[in-house]
């Protein structure tokens, strides 16, 4: 069907919504609380347009469009209106971007800094309510929250989780766990990934650095075979964090507990960085030659002495498809046994 966008002539999908058809486009259209892999909730209002024929506005985000509906993204009337609704927005929040660890990666804040929010004209009551840290991973600020209800959708729609809802109503309104108590759920982060303030940080990369501090690097989980895809936040040669890519991968924007937060070993103490050889009951440190050579060795011995069968290949995940090949092609073709086998559960 045919719509006009911004004087624009434009093909739309039956169903979609006035939000999908902009930004498919090239028409940008600033949200909150909208996701393209959630449901749509038309929270935060500020995707409001006008619409032809409509004299009130109404949120893009929830709106199908319609053969020949006339919108307009960006008139006078729409930015005092969008800037209103962040006055009011904010009106409820913190003023403290400057300790935030979302600050520079803050879509309120952005949207203050483009509608020119420069001060709060509304006085009156906040809600005050205690910073949760207690779980391992996830500092919860729900002073901070703007009840964009992203956190819950992302439990329930896409992990089928369902940890976190919101509870009480009006200005009493949070995101809680059942009877509010402490986070305990299997810590994917999905939630503070998809969180466009600073209400869910990351408790491991807290005061470690901003995000124009980093530099992204695109690269493949190593914890299992899945492959998935992440993006790797390095500051000082340092990983301080981990996200999904926002490339197409398999995952498709999602990660588990161990891809998400179990990054702490590439700068452990404990990892192994040089091969080590037992001698006189003791690990010590050898050239990869020595091991090599050692390893070479020590198989042919057992193999003249005990036969093929006498020796097994434990291979894992971790590795990539290529290396498990030419690694069970080395016990069966190099050493000549079957006795060669794979697990993923670490």
């Known amino acids: 069907m045919k719509l006009i966008i911004d004087n624009k002539e434009i093909l739309a999908n039956e169903g979609e919504t006035i939000l999908e058809a902009a930004k498919r486009s090239g028409v940008k259209i600033p949200t909150l609380c909208h996701h393209p892999k959630l449901s749509n909730y038309g929270g935060c209002r500020v995707c409001v347009v006008e619409v032809g024929g409509m004299n009130r506005l109404i949120t893009s985000c929830t709106t199908p469009v319609s053969e020949g509906m006339v919108v307009n993204t960006d008139s006078q009337r729409i930015r005092e209106t969008r800037k209103t609704l962040l006055e009011l927005i904010l009106s409820d929040h913190p003023n403290d971007c400057m300790t935030c660890d979302k600050t520079g990666d803050c879509t309120l804040q952005d949207l203050a800094y483009e509608y020119g929010v420069k001060e709060n ?38 992990r089928g989780v369902g940890a976190i809802d919101i509870m009480k109503r009006g200005f009493y309104a949070k995101v809680a766990t059942p009877f509010d108590g402490v986070l305990d759920c299997e810590f994917c982060g999905n939630c503070v990934d998809v969180c466009p303030v600073g209400s869910l940080t990351e408790k491991l990369a807290k005061g470690k650095g901003r995000g124009w501090e980093t530099r992204k690097v695109d690269t493949t989980c190593a914890y299992c075979g899945v492959g998935c895809g992440i993006t790797l936040h390095i500051k000082d040669s340092t990983v301080i964090k981990v996200t999904p890519t926002e490339k197409e991968s398999v995952n498709n924007g999602s990660l588990c507990v161990k891809g998400k937060f179990a990054y702490d070993f590439i700068n452990s103490a404990d990892r192994l960085k040089k091969p080590l050889i037992k001698k006189e009951s003791k690990f010590v440190e050898a050239t990869w030659d020595e091991a090599v050579d050692y390893t070479v060795k020590r198989l042919k011995e057992i193999k003249e002495k005990h036969g093929s069968d006498s020796i097994g290949g434990l291979s894992s995940a971790r590795c990539t498809n290529e290396e498990n090949y030419i690694f069970q092609k080395f016990i069966r073709a190099g050493i000549g046994t079957n006795n060669v086998d794979h697990c993923a559960r670490y």
């Open 121 to 158: 004209p509304y006085t009156g009551a906040i809600r005050q309510y205690p910073t949760e840290d207690k779980n391992p991973y996830i500092i919860r600020d729900f002073s901070k929250c703007i009840l964009c209800a992203k956190c819950t959708r992302v439990c329930d729609e896409v």
